[in-house]
């Protein structure tokens, strides 16, 4: 199985409700727009003013949150473990965001823009993942962090869970 191109979308908003547990106003990842199985993952948010943090972040300059970039990175990258491992909602298992190094913010993310999220493995070893991961806005570096997640029993299958 090659590499499919960036650009075309893979997987969109219903794909990624299907795989991860986040919802409205935590699912920071809109589409899926390329994948390099068992390397890396290519996604994207479209950051609008409407988000829910403008108001208060700054309402003067509205600009979004280091924290909330790396969330959406964080989903990039469990979406990258769940392509990989095949890991379903419906089984209970959830990936956990365990850690975060050399995390750099390199320009603010403003209204309007689009990040672009490329998610890398670096390391997988038995439930733990090391992931790579960057954030651009047009070609330009905005964040860049090496990222640890944790497949464990989330206790809540998908059926029994609230969406």
Known sequence: ?????????????????AL??????????DRVIGYDPEKTLTAIKNVT???????????EVP??????????????????AIKISGVRRESGMLLYFAGID?????????????????????????DI???????TVDGELACEADMLCALRNGGVKADDAQA
């Open 1 to 17: 199985m090659g590499t499919i191109p960036v650009n075309q979308t893979l997987l969109d908003c219903r794909d990624i409700l």
């Open 20 to 29: 991860l547990p986040h919802r409205y106003p935590f699912m920071l990842v």
């Open 49 to 59: 003013y409407n988000e829910p943090f403008f108001p208060g972040h700054f309402p």
């Open 63 to 80: 600009i979004m949150p280091g924290v909330m970039i790396l969330e959406a990175m964080a989903q990039t990258c469990g979406l990258l």
């Open 102 to 126: 050399n995390a750099r913010f390199k320009r603010p993310v403003v209204p309007g823009d689009r990040l672009e999220f490329v998610a890398t493995v670096v390391r997988h070893k038995r």
């Open 129 to 135: 993942w090391k992931f790579s991961c960057r954030a």
